[in-house]
């Protein structure tokens, strides 16, 4: 977690206070249970804090931080299987698998996440066409309940506990280990190629035509218009077939460094942003060797880059939405936001493949996600991101609990039917603000 | 040839930072530490990351009998020595240790007693054998008492003062001692402390005490900035120290 009490997530909203305790040693859980008298107000497993809403905190209750539990148990050089304890962050995980020729399977934006939380919220990533989420690489885990109960997981054993857990937004006891299958390469760079579009139909070509190409994702600007509507940069790239160099990419070095006044972001200063982004790329296609680092993890270079939206913070609102209704509802809400004059500075949109998610409560589905981040301005953005959550029930689709923290009960159960059979692996001891807020009223 | 390294109270999370820059260079180590579950824990992992050879001892280290016994079975197994690491030690409870004196006893022996016992064993057998690095984690706490934690700086003082002793007899004599002060360093014991946000990273830290031991340096602040924090901290009048809320 970020800072001290009050704990706040990545978007710095909601904030909490909370009790920490550290999770040092796989058998500290359900030790400290006993030992702390039972832990009143339940708790909660959290990593890195990296989730943008409220489900990796829980409100006066005890966070129980992994991130110390990041030892390395196994590693297999020749099947590319990696055991570790939960708490290893993905960027410790590239520092050492990179240098024996592996990546990771999938990854999302940012490399400061944990295997735990990876696979509690089934992250996905720019292959989701092709590779399907995290949790489709994890053969294997072991969950510890808070009754001291140890149950091994994997699609053959305990298999109800394993789709209860990949997406189970860690409520079904403490993963304590995990096994990764990690995907060999030759190179750490990227052969990349940008292509600049005009409107979701374009977009839609592209992805059609990047069917196998592994890494596909969007750029979108959302801030216009007219003629210049949903128009965007298509990115997608393939780990190079070139040996090259496989040292990790370097640490970033930059920290932003105060929290910015939110004047600074305003709907003139991002449509600048947007344009420039735009044009940056001068030409219609570019094409360009990468190194993994700023292909990945663009913004993992400007450390806490969260302060960019200072103190009230920032929210993101992602949505998926089936095939049936994903370009109209694309269109919709794309038109909303444009209308609504409210800035979002980085909005990226995908389509997902029909590769199934091994999770119960999984996000992704086939169709298209669109991300977006507005600074938080309760009296505007909220007023708009329930229009937008609205919108998209409407067009059949959910929102992403790792980035939500407004979805209403009712929201989340009509697009989360399977919280009712997910009830029976929840722990007893363990909650998030999340769930309490979705679960509260029917 | 690789280093063979003796490290005591393994477990603790500044220990375990600094044997995996070891084991990335592929030393050799022996674990010693209260928890054989926790010593596989990281021994495994050290394996994963390229020790050459890693075992693990289990011993309370304020059994200080069993020294003797330790050092030897740690040698034989690394086949000698060339750096021994002690990183154990206990923060107390502040509190406890002004109402009783037992608690401020055990804090006594658990950081200054029983690191005494190891490094007399230990400077004798490098001066014996004409050469080794005796790498110990003091604390910058121990550069002047104050009221917050002033039994835990004063067991931290003694073994400054002890190792600056033993540095001034036994560094003619082929042997180094380096005294390793920290500054508030980020790992579990120090997780969710106010202002935590701020300490320093561990894994960095790890980093500059092994170069440190590399470059047989005498006494190390780590962040550099306690060097000079400590300086004036140690310079400021007691008529004026003793009314600081520190």
Known sequence: MTGTPPFEPWGRYPKYNATVVPLQWQSDFPAIVSRNGGMHNGALAVGMGRSYGDVCLLKDGNLMVTTGMNRILEWNPETGILKAEAGMTLAQILDFCVPHGYFLPVTPGTKYVTLGGAIANDIHGKNHHVAGTFGCHVPEFELVRSDGTKLICSPTENPDWYAATIGGMGLTGVMTWAKLKMKPIVSRKIDYEGIQFHGVDEFLALTEASKNVEYTVSWIDCSSTGKNFARGVFMQGDHTRNPGELKPSPEPKLVFPIEAPSFMLNSASVAAFNTVFFHKQMKKRVTALQDYEPFFYPLDKVLKWNRMYGSSGLLQFQYAIPWEHAREGTIAILNEVAKSGLASFLAVLKAFGDVPSPGMLSFPQPGITLALDFPIKPGKSFPLFDRLASMTLEFGGKLYPAKDARMTAAQYQTSYPQWQQFLKYKDPLLSSSFWERVTREA | ?246
């Open chain 2, 1 to 246: 040839m690789s280093e063979r390294i003796l490290v005591l109270g393994a477990t603790s999370g500044i220990a375990e930072a600094t044997c995996r820059v070891w084991a990335r260079q592929g030393a050799s180590l022996v674990l010693v530490g209260r928890s054989g579950e926790k010593l596989a824990a990281v021994a495994g992992d050290l394996k994963a990351r390229g020790a050459k050879f890693v075992e693990t001892l289990v011993c309370d280290l304020d059994e200080t009998s069993r020294h003797p016994q330790l050092i030897a079975d740690a040698v034989n197994a690394l086949g000698g020595l060339d750096v021994a690491y002690l990183a154990h030690g206990i923060m107390g409870d502040q509190q406890q240790s002004e109402e009783s004196f037992d608690a401020a006893a055990q804090v006594i022996y658990t950081n200054f007693l029983s690191p005494v016992s190891l490094c007399t064993l230990l400077s004798n057998y490098f001066v014996k054998q004409g050469r080794g690095v005796l790498a110990v984690i003091s604390s910058v706490a121990g550069e002047r008492g104050r009221k917050s934690n002033y039994v835990y700086g004063s067991s931290k003082a003694g073994l400054s003062a002890f190792l600056d002793g033993l540095r001034n007899r036994v560094d003619r004599l082929g042997v180094t001692v380096l005294t390793i002060k920290p500054g508030p360093v980020k790992t579990a014991m120090t997780m969710g402390m106010k202002g935590s946000e701020k300490f320093a990273d561990v894994d960095k830290v790890a980093a500059t005490i092994v170069a440190a031991i590399r470059a047989k340096k005498d006494v190390l602040y780590v962040p550099g900035i306690w060097a000079i924090i400590m300086f004036v901290i140690r310079h400021i009048p007691e008529s004026i120290f003793k009314k600081l809320n520190l």
